[in-house]
């Protein structure tokens, strides 16, 4: 298969499977609240910190921490291989290092929980900041309208990184939580709707 179709599969699949293993994380997460809580809180509901933070303070419920921790790590592995891909077909370094970040980013969040203070969130900003870069760069390798659609997309996400940016400086240095509901999902979805169609244009093209 062309690599830039099967770096397309592999941005759909990704997509795809992060989609519906969130709803299915959530429907299956007692008392999940958009408003309350954050996506990462699936995977492992800690007490903000700047450093681990025991066990016992942690609130782990299944299945819906295998699937938010399995399916991020799974995506990050899936971004790094489709990333590898496009730099091998169109030679793409700006593009293919906007998309390697945030593919380690989740490689980071699905491993190391919430449970483990500062390295989470570093690996969480990776993806919420240079997901939708990678997003808006990518306006010059498609064709409009949906170059425009993705300058877009990748805007909307930008738009709500400060809120979460200062959601989490509130909670390691002041060690109060400001409430900032849906804010990661305002973030990741339209990234993940973005890599839906880049991956579509993709196996298109």
Sequence with gaps: MNPLKLAGLLMFIT????????????ALYPNYNLSNDKLSD??????MSILPV????VSIYQPSSLIFNGIVFLAGVLILISSFLIRRA????????????PGVGAVIV???????????YIGAIMVFVFGPLAAIVSYRSVKPPFSYLSIVMGLISLAFVPFVAMDIYNALITYTIVVTGGAENMIVYPF??????????????
Excluded: C, N, R
């Design 90 to 101: 169109s030679g793409s370094k700006i593009l293919t290092a906007l998309l390697v970040i």
């Design 15 to 26: 997509s795809l499977m992060l989609i519906l293993g969130f709803i299915a994380a959530e």
């Design 110 to 120: 699905g491993l190391l929980t919430e449970q483990m203070g500062m390295i989470h």
């Design 42 to 47: 699936l995977g492992a509901k800690a007490p």
């Design 54 to 57: 025991p066990a016992s303070d």
């Design 192 to 205: 993940l709707l973005w890599m839906l169609a880049f991956g579509t244009y993709l196996m298109k093209d």
